[in-house]
């Protein structure tokens, strides 16, 4: 007469994947169990579907390892001569039996089931991926994941962090400025805050920054362009900066006539002082040129 083995539901567990940027998979193992009886094992998920997926179970048997044999050890570590007292072997613990698991033997992609053995080591593995242009907004999303077999039921709720696109929208504080006035270019992430990974290389008109203070010493629309690099994902986006108005304008000295002139920050290299540098305000040569 076949043996009954009582079927099992494990404490459910939970999973937390790392924050990714869409079109960047990852996966992960999530659960591991030491299966209790002879089975056959399936994997599905119950929600958060398509954005985590089973990417397989897998099954490896444990070996246990050799015991380590230790030369008898010496009290003192001294000669006799010098102790007085005759060496004798010191006796030692045993040592205690350790084991580790073997590459897997088999592995199923979780929809046949994976025929498993009492005592063997079964692991989950999901990937979780946002493809690019997906509904899902920046944020954490959330989904479980079911391992089952006739004797043995786990449940796994799955997390993560959705980062969105690699760069966000470009912001131009103030959006019009006047000439000479400071306009400040930031680049933000998803959220709409500034851009902090450091895994995330930005240039704004090839300068690699992810924020830019400029002036321009004369009216119209300057197009910068601006650039977000993270491994293979890249995306390049335009900011304008409207220049319009009456320039700003400040006397470079206080004697009559009054003459005034554009406040154009400047900075140049000190000659022989490589940590050095002299900063002056006034126009640049571009500009003279432009007036004369």
């Not at 009954?4 to 459910?12: F, G, K, Q, R, S």
């Not at 992810?210 to 362009?225: D, E």
Request: charged share 10%; proline share 12%.
């Amino acid at each position: 007469m076949p043996s009954l083995v009582a079927a099992v539901t494990l404490p459910a567990s939970e999973a937390t994947f790392p924050p990714m940027y869409y079109d960047s998979p990852v996966n992960q193992m999530v659960l591991g169990i030491e299966v209790p009886s002879d089975d056959g094992l399936t994997a599905a998920i119950t929600a958060g579907a398509p954005y985590f997926k089973v990417s397989a179970i897998d099954v490896s048997n444990w070996i246990v390892d050799p015991p380590v044999v230790r030369p008898p050890a010496l009290p003192g570590g001294l000669p006799t001569k010098v102790t007085g007292v005759p060496l004798t072997a010191a006796p030692l613990a045993p040592t205690v039996p350790t084991r580790h698991l073997s590459a897997p033997v088999s592995n199923s992609n979780g929809i046949n089931p994976l025929v498993v053995k009492q005592g063997q080591y079964a692991r989950l593995w999901i990937t979780a991926d946002v493809p690019k242009g997906a509904a899902l907004p920046p944020g954490a999303f959330t989904g479980t994941v079911v391992l089952k077999g006739k004797t043995t039921t786990k449940t796994v709720t799955l997390k993560g962090t959705y980062l969105g696109t690699v760069m966000g929208k470009v912001t131009v504080q103030p959006a019009t400025v006047v000439p000479g006035q400071p306009v400040l270019v930031q680049v933000c992430d998803a959220s709409g805050k500034p851009l902090s990974d450091p895994a995330v290389k930005v240039t704004i008109q090839g300068v690699p920054a992810s924020a830019l203070y400029y002036q321009f010493p004369t009216v119209g629309n300057r197009n910068l362009v601006v650039r977000a690099v993270r491994g293979a994902l890249s995306e390049t986006t335009q900011a304008t900066v409207v220049v319009a108005g009456a320039p700003l304008a400040f006397r470079q000295s206080l004697t009559l006539p009054t003459v005034t002139t554009i406040p154009m920050l400047q900075v140049a290299a000190v000659a022989g002082q490589p940590y050095a540098a002299t900063f002056t305000l006034g126009p640049t040569g571009g500009f003279r040129r432009v007036l004369a």
